[in-house]
């Protein structure tokens, strides 16, 4: 899979402790899967890029995590086919379970929310389809959809990146001065730049990879509570002890 270098535009990554990088939807939708696709700075490197079809998903994720999102992309089954893309992944496969889920966002035009993109749950089987062992390893596939793959006009720079070009008296102060403020460095290099149309690779997908373990033991407590509140006062002192 031949990618470009993501960009970065946030500061380094430094969690305080008890805090966790815990996106919504929309979050990885707007703010990472999109700017990924358009090639455009991303807000942090929590994401980074993975080839998710090369590895079984425990060679993946690092010891001791119970999750992570990585950026990878669709790969066809074959030329033209359309949205069907290769699921051969490791020594197994991943397999659709359950209905795609929309995201909405209202982020694109601050008024009625849009539909920017789809979630996927997907299950990995060891061995060849369609026969193959569970292992217990569950993926989330968020890729992009409708308001999503809308253009949007970047700056694109024209091809030089030396500023004494622009023919401007203000542009050679800048080269000289190193203490200009950052405002005015900015607009010195939007001289330099033009306005382009361009539209997201819909062949990026953001992929949430777990254990199932975990989701299954989250889910026990939820319910094992709801439970509770429902029991009798007897089998709620019984469970008390």
Known sequence: MSVSDPIISGVPI???????????????????????????????????????LRKNPWDIVPEGSMEKYYFSQWVPRWPHAGNRCKRAAGDGYWKASGKDVPIFSNGINDRVPLK??????????????????????????????????????????????NIGNCGCAVAVIAKKNDELSEALRKAIASLNKDSVLVYPDDSWIVCRIQEEEEMHATFHCTGLQRCRKRADPLLRLLWAE
């Open 14 to 52: 430094g969690l305080e402790p008890g805090f966790k990088f815990s996106p919504s939807d929309e979050d990885i939708v707007v703010h990472y899967l999109r700017p990924r696709a358009m090639n455009e700075p991303l807000p942090s490197a929590f994401i980074i890029d993975v080839d998710v």
């Open 116 to 161: 920017v993109g789809l979630k996927k749950a997907m299950v990995f089987y060891r061995g060849n389809t369609p026969v193959g062992d569970n292992k217990e390893w569950i993926m989330e596939e968020y890729s992009l959809a409708e308001a999503g793959l809308l253009p949007c006009r970047v700056m694109k720079s024209r091809g030089s990146s």
